[in-house]
């Protein structure tokens, strides 16, 4: 079964500096998507970025990137220039594309990522 | 934009009772998802369905069941309510396929069983 582990359950950054989350996964596919949540306090899921595993380059979104390391079966994500309304807990999550996995997501435990002034 | 609503933003129930938690989406999304979020844990799969009448168990399914009459309606049902049961309840919904569709939640509903 695929597994998703974040190791860091709380972050902290000042503003405009930059801070990475962890990610790492465990599957036996080779074909998958990675993404990583967004939940701010008012507990709307909102898609940050997201990676298809068969293409090398590592996916960005404004001041969010991701490092994407397939055979480290990793993927960190990158907040550039950290604004307040950044916090909130940060999911990663798994999505296979063989029957059984295609269609569910898999997430991670969360990291609480709180932007000091 | 895509809209999930969950019917409740709050509930609080007595052991037992049976609960029905309701899910609406507008946006003609095949797939339909519950998630339960507890602190330390993350997201878990409790029931997920990719077409109407039609559901597949997730990861926790145990003491729930779901009903997909609708394709916009998604319900998740405690038959009988226990305290271990208190939770965030998250529904989420996409297209079908086996693309990068991404999901799209609800606000979810804060359950406590007392």
């Known amino acids: 079964a695929q597994t998703v582990t974040q190791s860091q359950p709380e972050m902290s950054v000042q503003e405009a500096e930059t801070v990475t989350l962890s990610c790492t996964y465990d599957?036996?596919?080779?074909?998958?998507?990675l993404f990583w949540y967004k939940q701010p306090p008012s507990r709307q899921m909102i898609l940050v970025i997201r990676?298809?595993?068969?293409?090398?380059q590592n996916a960005t979104e404004n001041r969010f990137s991701v490092n994407f390391q397939k055979a480290a079966k990793s993927f960190s994500l990158k907040i550039s220039d950290s604004q307040l309304g950044d916090a909130a807990m940060y999911f990663c999550?798994?999505?296979?594309?063989?029957?059984?996995?295609?269609?569910?997501?898999?997430f991670g435990t969360g990291t609480r990522l709180q932007v000091t002034l | 934009d895509v809209k999930v609503t969950q019917s409740s933003r709050y509930l609080v129930k007595r052991t037992g009772e049976k609960v029905f938690l309701e899910c609406v989406q507008d946006?003609?999304?095949?797939?339909m998802f519950w998630y339960r979020q507890d602190p330390g844990l993350g997201l878990r799969l409790i029931y997920f369905?990719?077409?109407?009448?039609?559901?597949e168990k997730g990861d926790i399914p145990e003491g729930y069941s779901v009903s997909r009459e609708k394709k916009e309606r998604f319900s998740l049902i405690l038959e009988s309510a226990s305290t271990n049961q208190t939770s965030m309840y998250l529904c989420?919904?996409?297209?079908?396929?086996?693309?990068?569709?991404?999901?799209?939640f609800g606000s979810g509903t804060q359950l406590s069983v007392l």
């Open positions: 989420a919904s996409s297209r079908g396929g086996t693309t990068n569709e991404k999901l799209f």
């Open positions: 599957t036996s596919e080779s074909d998958y998507y």
């Open positions: 990676q298809e595993a068969y293409k090398q």
């Open positions: 999550a798994y999505r296979g594309t063989f029957y059984g996995t295609a269609s569910k997501l898999t």
């Open positions: 946006m003609d999304h095949e797939n």
């Open positions: 369905s990719y077409d109407v009448k039609m559901k």
